[in-house]
């Protein structure tokens, strides 16, 4: 396997994007979810090519990344979508909110498990209905590990939740769901009438030692209500392309996305659909060596903790590039990131947007060279300890 090396940082530092954009350049960003590596030379041409033709009108409505996110699918998760409805919108996001949308009404509350992707407990408001964040649970093995609250979510769903915003794979924690759970949440959903929307962005990022489960493919029950989004738009670093795939396996929430106002497909971006039917097709093996370099990356950030930053604790990733890194027992207060900001020039992110329980956190964008992990560790290192 060809790990992929990130661009060089003067090359990085003349991307405009807002990871390269939002601080001075004496700041190493590890914050947004963007990754410093090069562009799969699949996505490059197929680009280069849609910009020589001119190819920069609407998306077709035979849109083609669908039978590509099909291929994709079969070959990596062994998820059958031959007879799935399949509807395309701007971004994940986007994709959440219109389901959101049409199956809550004013204030019906929707579970999210903190810490979780901060931007769920807008979405949930951007479409009028309210959060029910239950939190993932804790245990106090070391390392630490969190999984669904199986009993917390009955709970939740029995006292009138009307939907669950799964993460799976699960951001900040990278934690990839086992499918016994999954497959519990499904019968809790059925048997409380709750809808689940799987945002399953992370999962193409899932590394060979674990295994993804596409909620949709665990059971009858999950295919009944639920729904998943994906985007090739993480795994490809397309963000700003802006395609992304809702995915329904049964004839009721099919219903749901066929009567789902016509413009939310007509938002797809003819350059992310163009991309993403890149990535999906032919970049599987640049997607493999980012894996490869990414679990070197994690076994780095491992050595670094253990030399520089003893006390900090963190749990290795399944999926995905982020890392949750646990500052309590370092005494920086509430906000390290703040902290780690003003003193070490390192933008992390903040881990008590992830909600409640990620007080005293920070994510740390593991995407980037070994030698920029390097430095913002021994940056951070540097600063005097407070206990
Ligand atoms: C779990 C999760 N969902 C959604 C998104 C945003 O995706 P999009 O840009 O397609 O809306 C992210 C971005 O990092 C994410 O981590």
Redesign the pocket.
């Known amino acids: 396997m060809n790990l992929i090396s990130a661009a060089p940082l003067d090359v990085l530092r003349t991307r405009t994007s807002e990871k390269w954009t939002e601080h001075p350049p004496d700041v190493l960003p590890m914050f947004v979810?963007e990754m410093d590596y090069p562009l799969a030379e699949p996505i490059t041409r197929a680009l280069h090519d849609a910009v020589d033709r001119g190819d920069t009108g609407y998306v077709s409505s035979s849109n083609p990344v669908f039978e590509a996110f099909r291929g994709f699918a079969a070959r990596r998760w062994s998820w059958d979508l031959t007879e799935a409805t399949l509807l395309s919108t701007a971004?994940?996001?986007?994709g959440i909110v219109e389901i959101l949308r049409a199956i809550t009404g004013p204030g019906d509350r929707v579970v999210i498990t903190e810490p979780v992707?901060p931007?769920f407990f807008d979405l949930v408001t951007e479409a009028g209905a309210s959060v029910l964040a239950v939190p993932l649970t804790e245990s106090t093995t070391n390392p630490v590990e969190r999984r669904l609250d199986l009993a917390a979510l009955e709970t939740a769903f029995r006292d009138g939740a009307r939907v669950f915003l799964l993460?799976n794979p699960h951001?900040p924690l990278g934690l990839v769901h086992p499918r016994d759970d999954l497959e519990a949440v499904a019968t809790l959903a059925a048997t409380y009438s709750v809808t689940v929307i799987s945002?399953e962005?992370?999962a193409p990022l899932t590394q060979p030692t674990a295994r993804f489960t596409p909620y949709l493919s665990v059971s009858d029950e999950a295919r009944a209500t639920g729904f998943a989004v994906h985007?090739a738009?993480?795994a490809w670093n397309i963000?700003g392309l802006k395609c992304?795939v809702m995915v329904a396996q049964s004839e009721q929430p099919a219903s749901v996305l066929v009567s789902l106002p016509l413009e939310v497909s007509w938002r797809t971006g003819q350059f992310g659909v163009l991309a993403s039917v890149a990535a999906y097709a032919q970049g599987d093996t640049w997607l493999d060596g980012v894996l490869g370099s990414l679990a070197a990356n994690f076994d780095l950030l491992d050595r670094l903790l253990a030399e520089h930053l003893a006390g900090v604790t963190w749990t290795r990733p399944d999926a995905s590039y982020l890392a949750w890194l646990d500052f309590r027992a370092l005494g920086w207060g509430d906000d390290p990131a703040g902290l780690i900001l003003r003193e070490a020039r390192v933008a992390l992110s903040a881990g008590s947007d992830f909600g409640a329980h990620g007080v005293g956190h920070v994510r740390m964008n593991l995407a980037c060279s070994p030698e920029l992990l390097t430095d913002a560790v021994r940056r951070i290192a540097q600063i005097p300890r407070r206990s």
């Open positions: 979810a971004d994940v996001s986007m992707y931007p993460c951001n945002d962005i992370h985007s738009s993480k963000a992304a």
